[in-house]
């Protein structure tokens, strides 16, 4: 019989070397180009270090960071660096990250592996990934959830054992817990695959349909619900063809979802919504009343803008905003339009944030009625509302909307209230009224 002796503090020391590599990589971004073929030879094959899952753990999260260094680096001209180069950056780490994912044993570096391929998947360039390895991946992803949904089984044949204790519980819902971050990361490659290539990779996620649909089921937790509904999301957004599709019938599930208690939920149901309303303003019409009803219903709740429902309460708004952009002949406008322009501004989701205020400063210029009401009795809440995002900085806006909602304000100042940019004005903070007054100076805030 043979004995193998393991160094213990040989692999920490591995271990701290390998998060010490990863460290340098995410400060010196470009500058560690040099280095980065080198690491990548070094990192990819310890992908499979199974003596410390601290080594793997390091090696999964430097393969992005190593990819986006050399993007940058290519970005910014650096000698050695071309798309060429990142191509055969990700030919050569794929394959071994795809087969790595397929054996790790640990259900949370499963899930972190996951997360690096998500974001593999977000910073290829078109053409970095050939047909076989998209296959590979969603086949792997295939793989991951019907495995996962054994030992959910499983999970609950020991819940219903005799000897059940509270010890037990605790195991399962930490077993829980780890097997929905395990669907969740799954669930973030999909929308990133869709981000990416579109209507090119439907196909691909219709295959796992029979695998993503049970998440939805009533008597799902909740939070595996919400997976399943970003997924939703994601092919709604980012495939017209997933649209054309599907919309009609996912339409219930998320106007269901929307009625939840459950907060999350919500905030992925009328995400949705909103995304309907503005990318498929036909389709989405028959649905219009019934999904009006509900984003009221969340708006108009006493507690809509408490920690807990901020968040759904400014994707409500949102969704708001695009049905009274594009629904108004269906909607009674003045009423979305009360609604909307009470609830201002959002400051909760910045993505949603950017989206409201974007429809905002397309109407206002060209002083859309339905926005601003009967004798444009909205104008000073807009105005106002319009004051305090500009001294968010760039935290609500981006560059080009922050100077035409500056432009806006300039070109009102002879027919708004006197002393009403005054008033909001005065009720910023020292940072926030520097942010304002930069922007009214044509600048962008420091």
Not at 370 to 391: D, I, T, W, Y
Request: hydrophobic share 45%; charged share 25%; with cysteine.
């Amino acid at each position: 019989m043979q004995v193998l002796a393991i160094r213990t503090s040989s692999l920490e020391e591995k271990a701290t070397a390998c998060n010490m590599i990863v460290c340098y990589i995410d400060e010196l971004k470009e500058g560690f180009f040099p280095y980065v073929k080198e690491v990548t030879d070094l990192m990819v094959p310890l992908l499979k270090f199974y003596f410390h899952e601290d080594v793997r753990r390091a090696a999964v999260s430097a393969l992005p960071q190593l990819l986006r260094s050399a993007q940058d680096a290519a970005e910014k001209g650096v000698s050695g660096a071309s798309k060429e180069f990142t191509t055969q950056m990700v030919t050569f780490m794929w394959d071994p990250l795809i087969a790595a994912l397929r054996k790790e044993p640990e259900t949370d570096l499963a899930a972190s592996m996951l997360d690096s391929l998500a974001e593999i998947v977000n910073l290829c360039e078109p053409g970095q990934l050939s047909s076989q390895q998209v296959e590979s991946a969603f086949a792997t992803f295939g793989s991951i959830l019907q495995a996962a949904e054994v030992r959910r089984s499983q999970r609950s044949k020991r819940a219903a054992a005799e000897d059940f204790d509270e010890e037990e519980e605790e195991a399962l819902a930490a077993e829980n817990e780890a097997e929905e971050e395990l669907y969740d990361q799954v669930g973030s490659c999909l929308g990133n695959f869709l981000q990416s290539f579109g209507d090119a990779a439907l196909p691909y996620v219709e295959r796992l349909m029979p695998n993503i649909a049970p998440l939805l089921d009533k008597n799902r937790p909740d939070e595996e619900r919400r997976i399943a509904l970003c997924v939703i999301d994601d092919m709604l957004e980012h495939s017209a063809a997933g649209r054309a599709k599907y919309l009609n019938q996912l339409m219930p599930v998320l106007l269901d979802a929307a009625r939840s208690t459950h907060t999350d939920l919500r905030q992925c149901a009328v995400y949705g919504l909103g995304v309907a309303a503005a990318t498929s303003p036909d389709l989405f019409k028959p649905h219009a009343p019934a999904a009006f009803a509900a984003v009221k219903a969340i708006v108009t709740a006493q507690d809509c803008k408490s920690d807990d429902n901020e968040m759904a309460t400014d994707n409500a708004l949102s969704a708001l905003a695009a049905m009274l952009e594009y629904h108004s002949d269906a909607l009674d406008a003045v009423q979305m339009a009360d609604l909307l322009v009470a609830g201002l501004p959002l400051k909760c989701d910045a993505v949603e944030s950017q989206k409201v205020n974007d429809v905002l400063v397309r109407l206002m210029e060209t002083q859309d009625p339905r926005l601003l009401g009967p004798n444009n009795k909205h104008l000073p809440q807009l105005v106002s509302a319009f004051v305090e995002v500009l001294g968010r900085g760039s935290e609500l806006i981006n560059e080009g909307i922050g100077r035409r909602m500056a432009g806006l304000l300039h070109s009102m100042q002879g027919s708004i209230p006197a002393g009403l940019v005054e008033a909001t004005f005065s009720g910023l903070s020292d940072k926030q009224k520097a942010n304002f007054q930069a922007y009214m100076a044509g600048q962008m805030p420091a």
